[in-house]
């Protein structure tokens, strides 16, 4: 982002399609782990997926009845960033070892995380910056929980 978020609208748009989008992934983390045994990252990636859920729910709540603009579609996709041939994510969930997958969610929640630190610095809108603030707090609580379960895979 080049410019800073100027309205509430924008970043409940940001928020929202990033904790989607997170809740949607450890979703199918959390599935491919359990069918493969893993039971502590099928626990971790459900209860991630929860916590994800509950922030998209609570943000739009809050959100209300706001308009809120558009983004493209594959700008916070964790797997498939590019048009359906680009990438096959059965593919990835076939070849992917237990930590690549932990790797993608890491750099998923450390984008996520400087995202909110970012739009918390460079707003002039305070309710945008508290609400900024909180999200980035939270992303790096997912940052810390999912660096444990690396060293978790590590130790195995």
């Not at 989008?21 to 971790?44: I, N, P, W």
């Not at 929640?109 to 002039?124: L, M």
């Amino acid at each position: 982002m080049l410019e800073p978020i100027g309205s509430v609208e924008e970043f409940f748009a940001h928020a929202l399609a990033i904790e989607g989008e997170a809740a949607k992934c450890y979703r199918r983390f959390q599935e491919h782990f359990a069918d493969r045994g893993e039971d502590v990252l099928a626990g971790l990636c459900g209860n991630l997926a929860h916590f994800e859920e509950d922030h998209h729910k609570l943000l739009l709540e809050r959100a209300g009845k706001l308009k809120l603009p558009e983004l493209p579609p594959e700008r916070y996709r964790w797997l498939d960033s590019g048009p359906p041939e680009a990438v096959d994510c059965e593919l990835v969930f076939r070849l992917a070892t237990p930590r690549e997958l932990l790797e993608i969610a890491l750099k998923a929640e450390r984008g996520a995380k400087r995202f909110f630190e970012w739009v918390a610095g460079t707003t002039a809108n305070g309710e945008i910056h508290v609400l900024a603030e909180e999200m980035a707090r939270e992303e790096a609580e997912h940052v810390q929980w999912v660096t444990r379960a690396m060293e978790y895979v590590r130790a195995d």
